[in-house]
Nanobody, 121 residues
Framework: QVHLVESGGGLVQVGGSLRLSCAAS????????MGWYRQAPGKQRELVAK???????DYADSVKGRATISRDNAKNTVSLQMNSLKPEATAVYYC???????????????WGQGTQVTVSS
């Protein structure tokens, strides 16, 4: 079982910044991809940003240029720095990790419990 602990959510004003962090622990051998998704009320969960083990990144068009994702492979942590926040960024943000517990195991797709981000005007 992989346990994900998220932190850093909260209330921020329009134009402000926020940093989300997620730490993965438990029985996991390798983490291929770490990422952040968000789900606003009445909407589907969507990708915000993800980063591979080699550092390759992928961002949603809505956050490109205003968000930076980073990871520490030694600590199994991933962070998302978001700047110039807009009201439409208000959502529950979920940490996601894709990895394996052993080389013969299937891919494991794990989710955190989510952290609320509210951008107030």
């Amino acid at each position: 079982q992989v346990h994900l602990v998220e932190s850093g959510g909260g209330l921020v004003q329009v134009g402000g910044s926020l940093r989300l962090s997620c730490a993965a622990s438990g029985s996991i051998l390798i983490i291929y991809v770490m990422g952040w998704y968000r789900q606003a009320p009445g909407k589907q969960r969507e990708l915000v940003a993800k980063i591979g083990s080699g550092g390759n990144t992928d961002y949603a068009d809505s956050v490109k240029g205003r968000a930076t994702i980073s990871r520490d492979n030694a600590k199994n942590t991933v962070s998302l720095q978001m700047n110039s926040l807009k009201p439409e960024a208000t959502a529950v943000y979920y940490c996601n990790v894709v990895g394996k517990r052993s080389w013969s195991d299937r891919l494991l797709d794990s989710w955190g419990q989510g952290t609320q981000v509210t951008v107030s005007s």
